[in-house]
């Protein structure tokens, strides 16, 4: 099972519409189970450097099947996964990446939301992925 | 001047809707004047590799304000630009990318379309870059 | 659907028994629907270089569905494709990689085989496709 | 003196079988004494991005002849080798990456497992590079 790009345009729709509901300008991803991009979106006058945090917020969230923030509370100097975001091309592990399930609760993707803090961020990609 | 999130998804949605006309299965991308990506959609069953190809011929569209393919007849062996494409971390010089302008002509962005033949590649970009 | 690493180990089982069949020595990878690694064997005394090339070899068949040789016929100069092998971190278009299609003729991965002439690669890699 | 193919896949099967034993899915990665990959698997259902992680493991571990774990004890913040996984294009520092040496007691290779906690990773890893 993978994502559509249907459903994937209707995420990023519902996020647009949280982001402009919490004044915050944001870049949106959306990877397939393989962790390959199906969709994005940059509102304008969103940060141009959270382009690619996005996407990678989308990539790590699939990569280890977990949002985003919890590899980043793993990954502090000292914790179990220490600098980890050193693999595949980089990771971005605070939050704002999520995984996206379909109704049987099997992985398909994820979304990656990053412009605003990180819980404005997680924000925005919890209204994308619970559009599913 | 710089393209909006609206004018581009306005694009990519003609440019799908071509696609699907012409019976193809298309990666769309567009970038703004910094030739940064501003939405990117893959449409389902494409090819996984037209992903990259796609944002590479729109960034290659603006890097130098020409078709690709134009660029792409100057890189042969022997011509003026040959192997330009080691450059920008990459440029993709066949046909298939395409700037666009605003009203007055300026340049506010390309759209970049990878999927099929490069005279299919070509004529959705033309169907997307047409909207401006 | 995708590629089980049974299958995959199936594959390389039999690619490795035709490699030692005409006297080469081969780095063999399957990667999976979405171009991930899935298993890899380097035969003892087979060339270094050729460990990145099978990778990228299998990439470059699923990223295209097709054999990489095919890729490579029109990524010439003057070809259709010139200079495609910019995209996605590097392809590798000459023979030796091959879609990998379950019972129902659905793409589940790829394989890629390199150590030897490209005619052998594509012997060896074929060996291995035609398990499943 | 270089770990050999056969030794190689004895090492993984050891490997994966304990992974069975303790109820996880993982990447595993053997290195040659030169830090080059000799194989590797991905278990069904493993994490995506463990694939890099285990082999950037297992090229840790050759890199400096040691368990990765004693590496990221020396590169926290304050240690003597602080952020030294910016070298080698990314180096995993935490368990799960070890040395394989010979019955001489010579570094042959290394391997590096990754898909569940530090400690079950490692665990999978000695089962591993004990079968030497």
Redesign the interface.
């Known amino acids: 099972m993978n994502i559509?790009?249907?459903k994937?345009?209707k995420a990023i729709a519902a996020a647009k519409q949280k982001a402009v509901a919490i004044d915050t300008k944001m870049n949106i991803a959306i990877v397939?189970?393989?962790?390959?991009?199906?969709?994005?979106?940059?509102?304008?006058g969103a940060w141009?450097g959270s382009?690619d945090i996005s996407i990678k917020k989308a990539?790590?969230a699939?990569?280890?099947?977990m949002n985003t923030g919890i590899v980043g509370s793993l990954s502090q100097?000292?914790g179990?996964?220490?600098?980890?975001e050193?693999?595949?091309?980089g990771?971005i592990t605070f939050p704002g990446g999520i995984p996206i399930k379909n109704a049987q609760g099997e992985i398909i993707g994820a979304i990656g939301v990053s412009g605003s803090s990180v819980e404005n961020d997680h924000t925005v990609a919890e209204a994308g992925a619970s559009t599913f």
């Open positions: 559509t790009l249907a994937a345009e397939d189970g393989g962790a390959n991009l199906v969709a994005f979106v940059r509102m304008d141009l382009l990539k790590t699939r990569f280890f099947d100097p000292g179990s996964l220490y600098n980890i050193h693999s595949n091309n990771l």
